[in-house]
C-alpha cells in the first residue's frame, strides 16, 4: 500500500503541469546559484593568492631598514574562502577579507564583498544557501500543502476509507512521494557542488566528508519541513488553509524567528558602538606602558625593574637595546588590552548565540543555519577564530622584530637597519580553519535541537488519524 | 451477508436511524428507497463503518462492523453517488491503485479484464479520468468491486444523474455480480430502477423501515402507490 501510494501520488505530482515548471525553475536556479558562487569562490581565490604572494613580496624586499619601522609599515593577513562556501556564503560577505597587521594597534577585518555592492545588494545575492534555507521549504509548501486535503475535496477519501486503507502506510506513502522530488533535488545540488569543488585548482580545505554532514544536516531540514507540511496538511480541512497556515509557518520559521532572535541578541547583549570600543581601548592603553614614550610613569618603572635585574646602573650597559626592548613590553600590554576587549566582545557573541539557541526551538532555520555555516567555515565563530589567529600572527611578528632589534643594536641606536634578507626569516601567516570533528562538537547543541525537531515532528506525524 | 438488527443512529438526540432491523441475502439485491433524510446514507455509512452507532448491530459476513472494522472491509465494496477517482491518473491506473489499497496485486492484464468486465469501452482504459462520465466513473467503480472480490456492494444513489442508457447498463451490471453472488444494498430515489434491478425493496421513512417487499411481489405502478401513500404523497393523476 506505501508502495502503490508513493507510485500514484508521485504520478500525480509529476503529471501536473504547474509542479513540472516549478521544479524545472528550481533546478535552473540551483545550477545558476552553484554557477555563480563557483565564479565567485575561483575569483576571489585567485585574488587571495596573488594578494598573499604580492604583499609577501613587498614585505621580503623592504631592504635595510629598522625593523620598528618595518613594523609600523606592518602587512597583511588574509582570509581565504573555503571551498564549502559555494554552498553557503554564511556571512563572508559582511566579514571582510583581509586584516592589516601593524604596531601596536588590532585592526579589524576589512574590505568585505558587501562594502564594494551598490544598494541593490540588499534584495541579496541569488546563492545556493538561500536556495537550499528559504526556496526548498517553499517547494516543500507547494508540493505538499494539499496531499490530504485533496482526497477530502476530491472525494476520494471516502472511497479509500471503504478499502480499509491502512492510514500509517497511505501517511508513509505520502510522505516518501513528497519527500523524493527533494531529495533529488538536494542530492543533485551537492553531488554537484561536490563534483566542482573536487576539480577546482586550490579547493584548499574541501573533503567529502564535510560536505556529506552538511547535506544530512539539509536533508534533515527538509524531513522536518515534509513531516510539518503533512500534519498541516492532515489537520486542516480545505486545501486554501493548509496553504495559509503552512506559509504561516515558513514566514514564522524562516524570516520572523530568525530576525527576532537577532533582535533580541542584540538588544539583551548589544556590542559596544565602533567609538565606545575605541575610548575603552585607549583608556586601557593609557593606564599601562607606552613603548614610545621612554617618560612615563610605567616606563621609569620598566627601567629600575631591568637594570636592578641585570645589576646594572646605566641603561647602556645592558646587553640589549632597551628601547626595542620597552617597545617589545608596550606591545605585550596593548596586546593584552585588545585581548581583553576582543574577549568581551566574543563573550557577547557567545550570549548572543545562546538566545539564537533557544529561539531555534521555534524554528528548524536557525540550528541549520548555524550548522551549515559552521560546516562551510563561513560563520562569525570562524571569522573570530581567523581574527584571533592573525592577531596572534602580529603578536609574534612584533616580537620577531622588537627582539631583532633589542639583540642587534645598543640602546639609543634608533639608526639601526636590519639586514635586507632579514625579513625573509619572518614565517609567513598560516591559518586552518577548525577541523570538522571540532565544529561538530563545538555545534553539539544545534544539532541536538535539529535533532529534537526531527523526533517532535515525527511524532507528529503519529497524531494524523485522518481515517 | 448483510444482518442489520435494531441500529438506531442519533444526532444530537435527533434520531436519524430507528431501530432499523433488514437482512440482505447471497446473490439478493436489496433497495432501499426513501425520500432525503429517511436514513438510507445513514444506513449505509454505519454499514461502512464510517459513523458509530448509537445502539443495535450491523453484522457483513457474520463479522460485526463495528468491532471488526477492518475485516469487514475486505469483503465489501462502495459506490457512491458521485465517485471520485483520481483525475490525473488513467481508468487502468486508479483501478491499479484502488485494488492495491484493498491489498490486491493485479496485472495489467486482469486489470483489464475488469474493466471489460464492467462494460468501459475498451479505447477509456488508458485515458485520464478527468474526462470520463458519471456512467464511466460508475464502471470503475464496479470494476473496482470485482478487482476487490467484494461479496458485498454499498451503492448510494448510484443511478442518479445517469442517462438512460448508463442506468440500464449500470442495472445489468448489478445483476451480473447478483449472479456471482454479490449482496448489493442499494439506496436509491429511482424507483424505476428498483424495481427493475432488486430482488428486495424497502420504503424507509423518518429512519424507520416502514414497508419491505420482495421485488417480484409488486408492480412498478404498486410500488409507486405503496411509496407515495407511505410518504404521504398525494398521487397525480395524469
Same mark, same amino acid.
Given at each position: ?26 533546478? *535552473? ?60 556564503? =554564511? ?32 534584495? =541579496? ?38 478499502? =480499509? ?31 566542482? *569543488? ?112 641585570? =645589576? ?156 | ?8 443512529? $442519533? ?14 441475502? $447471497? ?16 444506513? @449505509? ?5 464510517? @459513523? ?20 469487514? $472491509? ?5 459506490? +457512491? ?28 492484464? /486482469? ?27 460508475? $464502471?470503475?467503480?464496479?470494476? @473496482? ?14 443511478? /442518479?444523474?445517469?442517462? +438512460? ?50 421485488? /417480484?411481489? @409488486? ?20
Amino acid at each position: 500500500m506505501t508502495r502503490k501510494t508513493f507510485f500514484k501520488e508521485s504520478k500525480e505530482l509529476f503529471r501536473d503541469g504547474r509542479v513540472r515548471i516549478t521544479m524545472i525553475i528550481v533546478a *535552473l536556479l540551483m545550477g545558476v546559484s552553484i554557477w555563480i558562487s563557483a565564479r565567485q569562490y575561483q575569483n576571489i581565490n585567485e585574488q587571495y593568492k596573488v594578494a598573499k604572494t604580492s604583499e609577501r613580496v613587498i614585505w621580503d624586499s623592504q631592504g635595510e631598514k629598522n625593523p620598528h619601522s618595518a613594523a609600523h609599515y606592518g602587512t597583511y593577513a588574509f582570509k581565504p574562502k573555503y571551498p564549502l562556501s559555494l554552498v553557503d556564503q =554564511g556571512v563572508d560577505k559582511y566579514a571582510g577579507t583581509s586584516i592589516f597587521l601593524e604596531a601596536h594597534k588590532r585592526n579589524e577585518a576589512q574590505f568585505s564583498a558587501a562594502s564594494d555592492q551598490t544598494g541593490l545588494a540588499r534584495f =541579496g545575492d541569488l546563492t545556493p544557501d538561500f536556495m537550499l534555507l528559504f526556496m526548498m521549504p517553499l517547494i516543500i509548501i507547494l508540493l505538499g500543502y494539499n496531499s490530504f486535503t485533496k482526497e477530502n475535496e476530491m472525494g476520494t477519501l471516502t472511497l479509500l476509507k471503504s478499502q =480499509g486503507i491502512s492510514s500509517w502506510k497511505w501517511v508513509l506513502g505520502k510522505w516518501a512521494a513528497l519527500f523524493l522530488p527533494i531529495l533529488i533535488l538536494t542530492t543533485a545540488l551537492f553531488m554537484v557542488a561536490g563534483l566542482i *569543488l573536487s576539480n577546482l585548482k586550490d579547493f584548499g580545505v574541501f573533503d567529502w566528508s564535510s560536505l556529506l554532514w552538511m547535506y544530512l544536516i539539509y536533508t534533515t531540514y527538509y524531513i522536518i519541513f515534509v513531516n510539518l507540511i503533512l500534519f498541516i496538511s492532515a489537520k486542516t480541512k480545505k486545501s486554501g488553509i493548509s496553504l495559509v497556515v503552512s506559509l504561516s509557518l515558513w514566514i514564522l520559521s524562516c524570516l520572523a524567528i530568525p530576525k527576532a532572535a537577532s533582535n533580541i541578541a542584540e538588544e539583551r547583549y548589544p556590542y559596544p558602538t565602533r567609538q565606545e570600543f575605541a575610548a575603552n581601548v585607549l583608556k586601557d592603553k593609557k593606564q599601562g606602558l607606552d613603548g614610545h614614550n621612554p617618560w612615563s610613569k610605567e616606563a621609569k618603572l620598566l627601567k629600575e625593574n631591568v637594570l636592578a635585574e641585570h =645589576g646594572v646602573d646605566s641603561l647602556h650597559k645592558l646587553p640589549f637595546n632597551f628601547d626595542a626592548y620597552r617597545m617589545q613590553k608596550g606591545e605585550e600590554h596593548e596586546a593584552e588590552i585588545y585581548f581583553k576587549h576582543y574577549n568581551y566582545l566574543k563573550d557577547q557573541f557567545a550570549k548572543q548565540s545562546k538566545v539564537y539557541k533557544g529561539m531555534a526551538v521555534f524554528s528548524p532555520y536557525l540550528p541549520t543555519r548555524f550548522m551549515s555555516m559552521a560546516i562551510a567555515h563561513t560563520d562569525y565563530g570562524t571569522h573570530w577564530d581567523f581574527s584571533d589567529a592573525a592577531e596572534n600572527y602580529r603578536i609574534a611578528t612584533q616580537k620577531f622584530l622588537n627582539d631583532d632589534f633589542a639583540e642587534n643594536s645598543a640602546y639609543g641606536n634608533w639608526g639601526y637597519r636590519a639586514d635586507a634578507n632579514f625579513w625573509k626569516q619572518l614565517p609567513a601567516f598560516k591559518y586552518s580553519p577548525p577541523k570538522l570533528d571540532t565544529i561538530l562538537s563545538q555545534n553539539f547543541s544545534n544539532l541536538s535541537i535539529l535533532s529534537y525537531w526531527l523526533i517532535g515532528s515525527f511524532a507528529l506525524l503519529l497524531f494524523i488519524k485522518k481515517m | 451477508m448483510i444482518t442489520i438488527q435494531n441500529l438506531t443512529k $442519533k444526532y444530537n438526540g435527533q434520531i436519524a436511524l430507528d431501530q432499523l432491523n433488514l437482512k440482505v441475502n $447471497k446473490g439478493e439485491i436489496y433497495c432501499l428507497l426513501g425520500a432525503n433524510g429517511a436514513g438510507k446514507t445513514t444506513t @449505509i455509512n454505519l454499514l461502512l463503518g464510517f @459513523i458509530e452507532p448509537t445502539s443495535g448491530s450491523a453484522l457483513i459476513n457474520n463479522l460485526n462492523v463495528f468491532e471488526k472494522a477492518k475485516e469487514t $472491509k475486505k469483503f465489501l465494496a462502495y459506490i +457512491p453517488e458521485n465517485l471520485m477517482l483520481y483525475p490525473s491518473l488513467t481508468a487502468i491506473e486508479n483501478l491499479d491503485y484502488f485494488s492495491g489499497i484493498a491489498g490486491k496485486r493485479l496485472s495489467k492484464e /486482469s486489470l483489464i479484464s475488469f474493466l471489460k468486465e464492467a462494460g468501459l469501452q475498451e479505447n477509456a482504459f488508458e485515458n485520464r479520468i478527468t474526462a470520463f462520465s458519471k456512467g464511466m466513473r460508475q $464502471k470503475v467503480g464496479i470494476a @473496482i468491486a470485482l478487482a476487490k472480490d467484494a461479496r458485498v456492494l454499498l451503492l448510494d444513489e448510484p443511478t /442518479s444523474g445517469l442517462d +438512460p442508457k448508463a442506468s440500464n447498463e449500470f442495472g445489468q451490471l448489478l445483476h451480473n455480480l447478483s449472479q456471482k453472488g454479490v449482496a448489493t444494498l442499494m439506496a436509491t430515489h429511482d424507483l424505476f430502477r428498483a424495481k427493475e434491478v432488486a430482488t428486495h425493496i424497502g420504503i424507509m421513512k423518518d429512519g424507520q423501515l416502514k414497508e419491505e417487499f420482495i421485488a /417480484s411481489d @409488486i408492480s412498478l405502478h404498486g410500488l409507486e402507490k405503496t411509496y407515495l401513500s407511505t410518504m404521504n404523497y398525494k398521487e397525480v393523476e395524469l
